[in-house]
């Protein structure tokens, strides 16, 4: 019997998700949570074998939930259930330790893979969104070709993406902030982009970071 955990913040999509695993006799749901105080306080009681976890939720965001759900579970192999298909979000939540990705719109037999692979210790995509980062891997590669950046520029853009404020990096690379500022001007201007998460996503999917 392999026992699952779900946490999304819509009960109707737990329902549903506990009736497509009641048609499998090797499953059972032990943990519903609809937020990630309600998980992490769940946990205190039980531990599934895989945690099935929504990446939107109303108290905190399911990229920074699985880091600290990890802290506390290292071994539980984490499946993030959404709507998002962008390859961003699939980076954000493999770095943060999930082992899988999965669209809520998947059918029984996609959720079923994704857990028996997890359990093997197997990492699982969505095939749509692996498709979907296969194309824009292509892309970004193409776009890449005619974006050259300075090594400094790199280590600025490295930072940004970790969400570093301009005083954090000066401080880190020994720069003055108007130095700071001004690779990060010549980012956004080689990038053609104008606020940090846009520059940081376009970085992602031209494979700059």
């Given at each position: 019997?392999?026992?699952?955990?779900?946490?999304?913040?819509?009960?109707?999509?737990?329902?549903?998700?506990?009736?497509?695993?009641?048609?499998?006799?090797?499953?059972?749901?032990?943990?519903?949570?609809?937020s990630?105080?309600g998980?992490?306080s769940?946990?205190e009681?039980t531990?599934?074998?895989?945690?099935?976890?929504?990446?939107?939720?109303?108290?905190?965001?399911?990229?920074?939930?699985?880091?600290?759900?990890?802290?506390?579970?290292?071994?539980?192999?984490?499946?993030?259930?959404t709507?998002?298909?962008?390859?961003?979000?699939?980076?954000?939540?493999?770095?943060?330790g999930a082992?899988?990705?999965?669209?809520?719109?998947?059918?029984?037999?996609?959720?079923?893979?994704?857990?028996?692979?997890v359990?093997?210790?197997?990492?699982?995509i969505?095939?749509?969104?692996?498709?979907?980062?296969?194309?824009?891997?292509?892309?970004?590669?193409?776009?890449?070709?005619?974006?050259?950046?300075?090594?400094?520029?790199?280590?600025?853009?490295?930072?940004?993406a970790?969400?570093?404020?301009?005083?954090?990096?000066?401080?880190?690379?020994?720069?003055?902030?108007?130095?700071?500022?001004?690779?990060?001007?010549?980012?956004n201007?080689?990038?053609?982009?104008r606020?940090?998460?846009?520059?940081?996503?376009?970085?992602?999917?031209?494979?700059?970071?």
């Amino acid at each position: 019997m392999t026992t699952i955990g779900i946490v999304d913040d819509h009960p109707l999509i737990i329902e549903g998700l506990v009736q497509m695993l009641d048609t499998f006799q090797q499953f059972e749901v032990v943990l519903k949570a609809h937020s990630g105080e309600g998980l992490l306080s769940a946990l205190e009681r039980t531990v599934p074998d895989v945690l099935l976890l929504d990446i939107e939720l109303p108290d905190t965001d399911g990229t920074a939930l699985c880091l600290k759900v990890l802290e506390i579970c290292p071994e539980l192999p984490i499946i993030a259930l959404t709507n998002h298909d962008e390859v961003l979000y699939v980076r954000k939540m493999m770095r943060n330790g999930a082992m899988g990705y999965l669209l809520k719109g998947t059918d029984r037999e996609g959720l079923v893979e994704a857990i028996m692979s997890v359990m093997s210790g197997k990492q699982f995509i969505d095939r749509e969104i692996e498709r979907s980062i296969i194309d824009q891997a292509i892309t970004g590669r193409n776009a890449a070709v005619n974006v050259k950046l300075t090594n400094r520029e790199c280590e600025v853009l490295a930072l940004i993406a970790h969400e570093h404020s301009n005083q954090e990096i000066a401080d880190r690379l020994f720069l003055s902030i108007r130095t700071v500022e001004s690779h990060r001007h010549s980012l956004n201007q080689k990038l053609n982009i104008r606020t940090a998460a846009g520059l940081v996503r376009e970085a992602y999917l031209r494979g700059l970071i």
